[in-house]
């Protein structure tokens, strides 16, 4: 089989910027060396070990039932048959970004994109773009829970009907899917814990999201995270905290956003590291370490 490409960031005249792909691959698992073999079983068990007490019992459970292991790079097609199984959402094997629209569109389909090529040994602790090992370990086992698998389609549909709206519904559903699907926290019995698939995957902000001092701790509110601005270079100034995942879904997919977008427009955004007088704080932020560049 021929490898498919490996679409990565790239220098160019306007510096070092994403690349976007919309090619449907096969996963060439015969073709990944035994670095790369390696290089996953490292970060799984590295990040296996942090995350055992700080993920979400719906996270780490599914992740047993699905199958992954340290063993070797996971076949997408072998977590397909639980994942099919548990919520009908299929893996698909992708070459990297895929451009909004046609992230939305496999989203929508209860398709999941997943990057086939892994990090370098270089890129162990830092990639700028996801790569296999964010989007598996941090987004797959998820997709097994019911109620997240369909805030997962009801969000690409939501996607596909914003993109017809304008740029602004759509910045404000890209900050939703930040703060929840990539940075989100769950408040449980046992305390706060992970669910955003871009902290699970990380080995510093799995510990600095729940355990520091510097970020604030907000409580979910849709309107109020469609406007707040948020970082792509650093830890997040603030997660907000859902109190179940069906709290999330009743939040999001239940309204018809079209008002929600209409009254938003214009309204100016939240710097990300603020905090409002109307919002639920589990931690008001020391705000040691934040950047102070612009969000984006
Ligand atoms: N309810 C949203 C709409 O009317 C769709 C949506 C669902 C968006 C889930 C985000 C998450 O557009
Ligand atoms: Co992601």
């Known amino acids: 089989m ?8 790239q220098l160019t005249d306007k510096g070092y910027v994403p690349v976007y792909t919309t090619n449907v691959v096969e996963q060439p698992w015969q073709n990944y060396t035994q670095q790369e073999h390696q290089t ?3 970060l799984f068990k590295r990040q296996q070990e942090i995350v ?12 047993q039932r699905m199958g992954m292991s340290a063993d070797a790079i996971p076949k997408f097609a072998d977590l397909n048959v639980h994942l099919q199984a548990a919520t009908g959402w299929k893996l698909i094997a992708v070459e990297g970004l895929l451009p909004e629209l046609a992230f939305f569109q496999h989203l929508a389909a209860r398709e999941f994109p997943v990057t086939w090529w892994i990090r370098t040994p270089e ?8 790569d296999l090992f964010h989007d598996l370990f941090g987004h797959a086992p998820l997709l097994m829970n019911p109620v997240f698998a369909d805030y997962m389609q009801a969000y690409g549909a939501g996607g596909v009907r914003a993109s017809t709206f304008g740029s602004e519904p759509l910045s404000n559903l890209t900050r939703l899917y930040w703060y929840t699907v990539e940075f989100g926290l769950i408040d449980t019995p046992a305390g706060l814990r992970i669910y955003g698939a871009g902290i699970l995957s990380s080995k510093g902000e799995s510990i600095h999201c729940l355990e520091s001092a510097a970020p604030n701790r907000i409580g979910f509110d849709v309107r109020r995270v469609m406007r707040t601005r948020y970082r792509i270079d650093s830890f997040q100034k603030t997660y907000f905290v859902i109190d179940s995942f069906e709290d999330l879904f ?13 009254d ?25 370490g934040w950047p102070s560049d612009p969000d984006v």
Not at 2 to 9: F, K, L
Not at 52 to 63: G, I, K, S
Not at 279 to 287: L, M
Request: hydrophobic share 30%; glycine share 8%.
């Open 52 to 63: 055992a007490e700080r993920a979400c019992a719906e996270f780490l459970d599914n992740q």
């Open 250 to 262: 009743k939040a999001t997919v239940d309204p018809d956003f079209g008002p929600i977008y209409y």
């Open 123 to 130: 890129q162990i602790d830092y990639i700028s773009e996801p």
């Open 264 to 288: 938003l427009k214009g309204a100016e955004s939240i710097p990300a590291g603020d905090v409002l007088s109307s919002d639920r704080v589990y931690q008001s932020g020391s705000g040691e």
């Open 2 to 9: 021929e490898t498919p490409r490996r679409v990565e960031h």
């Open 40 to 42: 996953w079983s490292l």
